[in-house]
């Protein structure tokens, strides 16, 4: 029981629930970051060209904020001092990412896809912690937190939308995907649905072919739940190790889906070929066996020298860092 080692013991204290929730958040980041075995992943012995590691550092440390925000939310929403429309969270997307900008120089966003899975959750998280007794030193219900973090996603408004379309905007090119359709970008959702009430988990199912990130939103977390954390406790619970588990992680992600980052930068014949690679790591074994070892260094080596640009697995990456992030929860530890 990995909370048998945790000295722990507030009860009932919100600020306390604020901060172990954004704590969480952060370390969940930055512990996948830190993992150099992750192929095609950054990592501070594999910088990209445009963003370097005080720039995912710097944008995990501004994690803290609106994660610590959100948490009293849904605290507040447990304890019926707000309503689930009442979260923001569209605003605190747009906010966060803003924010997260004036702590480095790079152009480009390094928590982006983080944010839209950390966020959702949080509510979801900090809201059970509220209902099961405000105990950070206890594990907490996780079909709970993905039923209550679906009411948050159901409940939101029409104006969380039109912020997390701004944010979109201002942080990803115009398509998700490449489409035929010129309209097909984050305006088409609002446009659709001009003048009319709707939600983030509307939103979010309308782009769900075409993004794994909102497939998850608008699923129950599914891939999280169902796939990356069940890995990551199997294999933790083999060998008490938490890089070997967030490798496996992330490449049995990589097997069961193709990844939608990769499809949207380098074409889906290449996400087909590195999920096609990442099947052949599973099926020998993957970081439990030599030959596992041997064709993740391989897949490696094909992800960043066979293009121009890295060929980063990211939506794999931000399914794994939610995983770390209710694991951490949870009580595990690296």
């Known amino acids: 029981?990995?909370?048998?080692?945790?000295?722990?013991?507030?009860?009932?204290?919100?600020l306390d629930v604020q901060l172990f929730i954004a704590q969480s958040a952060v370390l969940a980041h930055n512990l996948?970051?830190?993992?150099?075995?992750?192929?095609?992943?950054?990592?501070?012995?594999?910088?990209?060209?445009?963003?370097?590691?005080e720039h995912f550092l710097a944008g995990a440390s501004s994690l803290f904020s609106?994660?610590?925000?959100?948490?009293?939310?849904?605290?507040?929403?447990?304890?019926?001092?707000?309503?689930?429309?009442?979260?923001?969270?569209?605003?605190?997307?747009?906010?966060?990412?803003?924010?997260?900008?004036?702590w480095y120089k790079a152009s480009g966003n390094t928590i982006l896809g983080t944010l839209l899975m950390f966020t959702p959750i949080t509510l979801?998280?900090?809201?059970?912690?509220?209902?099961?007794?405000?105990?950070?030193?206890?594990?907490?219900n996780l079909d709970n937190v993905i039923y209550v973090t679906e009411q948050f996603l159901k409940n939101s408004t029409t104006d969380d939308c039109?912020?997390?379309?701004k944010a979109l905007n201002k942080s990803v090119s115009k398509n998700i995907l490449p489409s035929e359709k010129e309209e097909d970008n984050f305006n088409?959702?609002?446009?659709?649905?001009n003048l009319e009430r709707t939600n983030l988990f509307e939103f979010t199912k309308f782009y769900e072919e075409r993004d794994l990130v909102f497939y998850e939103l608008s699923h129950k977390y599914q891939t999280t739940m169902k796939i990356g954390f069940p890995t990551f406790l199997r294999c933790y619970e083999e060998d008490?190790?938490?890089?070997?588990?967030?490798?496996?992680?992330?490449?049995?992600?990589?097997s069961e889906k193709k990844d939608t980052h990769i499809?949207?930068?380098?074409?889906?014949?290449?996400?087909?070929?590195?999920?096609?690679?990442?099947?052949?790591?599973?099926?020998?074994?993957?970081?439990?066996?030599?030959?596992?070892?041997?064709?993740?260094?391989?897949?490696?080596?094909?992800?960043?020298?066979?293009?121009?640009?890295?060929?980063?697995?990211?939506?794999?990456?931000?399914?794994?860092?939610?995983?770390?992030?209710?694991?951490?929860?949870?009580?595990?530890?690296?």
């Open 32 to 53: 996948f970051y830190a993992n150099d075995t992750k192929p095609g992943g950054a990592s501070f012995k594999n910088e990209f060209q445009d963003t370097k590691s």
């Open 1 to 14: 029981m990995p909370f048998s080692e945790i000295s722990n013991e507030v009860k009932g204290k919100v």
């Open 162 to 165: 039109i912020y997390l379309t």
């Open 188 to 193: 088409s959702f609002l446009e659709i649905h």
């Open 263 to 334: 499809a949207k930068r380098f074409g889906n014949e290449v996400a087909s070929k590195v999920n096609i690679k990442a099947k052949e790591i599973i099926k020998a074994g993957g970081v439990f066996t030599q030959d596992g070892l041997g064709l993740i260094t391989e897949l490696n080596e094909f992800l960043t020298t066979s293009n121009k640009r890295v060929i980063n697995p990211g939506t794999a990456a931000d399914i794994t860092a939610t995983t770390i992030f209710l694991a951490l929860i949870q009580g595990y530890r690296p």
């Open 66 to 102: 609106p994660i610590f925000g959100l948490a009293k939310r849904g605290i507040l929403v447990a304890e019926n001092h707000l309503w689930y429309e009442d979260a923001e969270i569209g605003y605190y997307i747009e906010k966060a990412l803003e924010k997260s900008q004036t």
């Open 124 to 140: 979801g998280i900090a809201n059970c912690f509220a209902n099961e007794g405000m105990k950070t030193n206890a594990k907490i």
């Open 240 to 254: 008490q190790n938490f890089k070997t588990a967030t490798t496996q992680t992330y490449i049995t992600l990589m």
